[in-house]
């Protein structure tokens, strides 16, 4: 994912669409490996964009397709395809018709809203009609999360799905310190999981949420048996809780 705009990294705006992105590919059994966030410049965009792009099956943006003159993502698209940036006659077609509807003018900073890179396939929006679009494996769309949100629900039927990802939550009544070197050696022993440690503390006392993450569940739950077994082991040597 490339998150575009200096309002990301200023603070002043937090970002809900990395987080929904993710969640959204994990429940279609899609993994998302990598996020970049840049500001609105034009270089930096392209820069990030195509590296991106050649590394991965797909790449969603989101923000700078707006009508204001730092809604660069456009521009940015066009020029790492190499491709011209123009009004799309369907989104103008869309947007003429829904301006005039509103009786509000179709002016040029609106009309902005409907230039995409030479070829592009529309994306639809269904929150302000404004579309997002597609040029090969890269997936443009809003920053505004309720659009972007509505993006990805028409993009999301179009993208090949996988074995979805399940989990298992392991509490564990002793601190990292204690786990990490025997859980290592589990991580290793099922290659086709993900294990995760988390701490918590109530207070009082350290301990552990183990997580077991993967797309077979019978090797999930083969991870699962092994560090169970693992934590009985623990508690039985006398490890405590910090």
């Known amino acids: 994912m490339l998150a575009i705009g200096d309002e990301l990294l200023s603070g002043r705006t937090k970002d809900r669409n990395i987080a929904h992105l993710a969640q959204v590919l994990t429940l279609a059994g899609l993994d998302l490996r990598e996020v970049r966030i840049v500001p609105d410049v034009e270089d930096e965009i392209v820069a990030a964009l195509n590296a991106l792009r050649a590394r991965h099956d797909f790449v969603f943006t989101s923000g700078g397709i707006g009508p204001t003159h730092d809604d ?101 009544p002793v601190g990292e310190g204690d786990v990490g070197g025997p859980l290592g050696e589990i991580q290793k022993r099922h290659p086709e999981t993900a294990i995760g440690s988390y701490p918590k503390f109530d207070g009082h006392r350290c301990t552990t949420e183990l997580v077991v993450r993967s797309r077979s569940e019978a090797a999930r739950d083969d991870a699962a048996a092994d560090i169970r077994t693992m934590i009985e082991g623990l508690v039985a040597a006398g490890a405590k809780p910090a």
């Open 72 to 172: 660069i993502t456009a521009d940015a698209v066009g020029r790492a395809f190499a491709l011209a940036v123009e009004p799309h006659p369907e989104a103008e077609r869309r947007l003429a018709a829904y301006y005039e509807g509103r009786s509000l003018p179709f002016t040029e900073a609106r009309r902005r809203m409907t230039r995409t890179p030479r070829g592009a396939t529309l994306i639809d929006n269904p929150v302000s009609v404004a579309p997002g679009f597609r040029v090969e494996n890269v997936f443009v769309m809003a920053g505004v999360p309720g659009i972007f949100t509505a993006m990805l629900d028409n993009v999301l039927p179009t993208l090949p799905a996988g074995p979805v990802m399940t989990s298992v939550a392991i509490p564990c």
